[in-house]
Structure formats: structure tokens, C-alpha cells
């Protein structure tokens, strides 16, 4: 579960990589793409450009690099040629990359051409109860003060949060200890420790909080229909508060993680 600096270091360097894929998919255009030739784009990039390897493929089954997760997806859509992005809609890419033998593992939720004030809304408002649980990581705190900044957050700006799915340690696994949940009781669960890594990924609902799914599928939608949306960083816990391994080029906590 504690990672050294040398592994750190090389998790950082795989953040950076991730960052860097995350920094060409905000300056395509999304609108008229299909989400098979994002994921085809992007395996493209990790391999090709990157020497890297895209570490979702082949995990658990999954065929593609990505997961890409429309309007009412929750999490793990399917890229197909048939999804064309529209303008109006959200779409989450969820995107992992293994670099010397060391996993880092992201999400973002773009916004396809002009979307409406309230899907605008739900996807700020997922960003920054991210970054209200990064905001909370330091050593001695404890994994229920990142569920409850989070849930806290999303609640009182009208949100639900998923339940169902939570971050994670990572490292030379994507998922290891400990799990990180999206909401909880300050105070309370594992004390964090420098050297500690793990995703913080939380998944906002515009209406109520049930996801349906079924047994041999795999995307998972919001049971009343309504938009979802989910950020996600690898994060590691440092000597004096955290540092976010998948940090985008001029990407900073916004100001209301910093109060």
C-alpha cells in the first residue's frame, strides 16, 4: 500500500504521460466524432508517441483503452462507431496508462459543443467536489474526511453521488487498497500515510443516486435517466498534504478546494 519516492517517481512519470493525452483530447473537437475512433486516437498516442502501454485493455475483459460514458452513462461505456457525439451532450473518458511497470489512472468529462446550462452546471460541479476531496488529503486525516468533503459538496449543490463504485490504491495494479469511498463520516476509516496512492473519482447524478446495470453489459446508467458525470486524479499523499501525479498542463485546484 506505501509506495517509496522511487515509485512514486515513476507513477509520476506515468501521470504525466496520462496528462499529456488529456491535454490533446481538450483541444480536439469532439462534436461529429464517434467514440470508437477517440479510443482508436488515443491507443494510438499511448503506444505509438508515448511508449507507453494503455492499461485498460485486456483488464477484466475490456477491449478498448477507454471507457467513454454519454449524458446518463455512470461509468464504463463502451467505445462504438455508432456513438457520433453530438453537440449538447457530456461524455466521460476515463482513460489509464502503464508506464515501467507503473499504472496511472484519469477521467474527464468534456462538454460537446453548446450544452445547456444544467448539464454546464453538474460537470463544474463534479470537478471541483474532486478537488474538494484532493483538498482533503494530507497525512493523518483519514479516508472518511475525502468521502464526506465530497458528498457534502455535491449535496449541497443539489447533487447525488454514486455509491456503488469508488476510487482506489494503484501502483503496479489498477486496483489496489485501499478503497475510497465518495462520501462518509469525518473522522472515521483508514488513516492516511505518506507514501499512499490512489484515485479520487467521484460520480455525480443530476437526479437520484440509482445506477442500473446489467450482468453482461457494461455500461451502468442512471436508473431515473438523468445526466451523470465523474473527474478523476491519481493522487499521492506527501510529507506535508498531497500531490495530484495526473496534473493537466495549467491545471489548478479551483479556489473553492483552497478554502
Keep these: 500500500m506505501i509506495k517509496s519516492t522511487a515509485e512514486i517517481a515513476l507513477m509520476a512519470e506515468a501521470g ?21 475512433d477517440i ?8 503506444v505509438g508517441e508515448l511508449k507507453a502501454r494503455p492499461a485498460s485493455k485486456g483488464q477484466y475483459g475490456f477491449p478498448y483503452v477507454l471507457n467513454a460514458s454519454i ?23 476515463d482513460i489509464t496508462l502503464e508506464k515501467n511497470g507503473y499504472i496511472a489512472d484519469s477521467s474527464t468529462t468534456y462538454l460537446v459543443g453548446e450544452v445547456a446550462y444544467p448539464a454546464r452546471r453538474l460537470v463544474a460541479t463534479a470537478y471541483r467536489a474532486m478537488w474538494q ?10 479516508l472518511g474526511d475525502i468521502g464526506h468533503a465530497i458528498a457534502h459538496y455535491a449535496r449541497a449543490h443539489g447533487y447525488s453521488v454514486v455509491k456503488e463504485y469508488c476510487g482506489h490504491g494503484i501502483g503496479r495494479e489498477m ?30 447524478n443530476a437526479g437520484r443516486a440509482a445506477i442500473r446495470s446489467h450482468p453482461d453489459e457494461w455500461p451502468v446508467y442512471t436508473r431515473d435517466g438523468k445526466l451523470s458525470a465523474q473527474f478523476e486524479h491519481t493522487v499521492a499523499v ?22
Design 16 to 36: 504525466s504521460l496520462l496528462a499529456k493525452v488529456f491535454d490533446a483530447l481538450g483541444r480536439m473537437d469532439l462534436e461529429g466524432r464517434n467514440t470508437l
Design 39 to 46: 479510443n482508436d486516437f488515443v491507443e494510438r498516442m499511448i
Design 71 to 93: 449524458d446518463d452513462v455512470v461509468c464504463h461505456g463502451m467505445p462504438s462507431k455508432d456513438d457520433v457525439l453530438r453537440g449538447g451532450q457530456i461524455v466521460n473518458l
Design 133 to 142: 476531496g484532493i483538498a482533503a488529503v494530507r497525512p493523518g486525516a483519514r
Design 175 to 204: 486496483h489496489e487498497d485501499p478503497q475510497v469511498l465518495h462520501y462518509g463520516t469525518p473522522g472515521t476509516g483508514l488513516e492516511l500515510e505518506e507514501g499512499m496512492v490512489f484515485t479520487i473519482e467521484p460520480m455525480l
Design 238 to 259: 506527501t510529507r506535508t498534504g498531497v500531490r495530484v501525479l495526473t496534473l493537466r498542463s495549467g491545471e489548478k485546484a479551483p479556489l473553492c478546494a483552497m478554502s
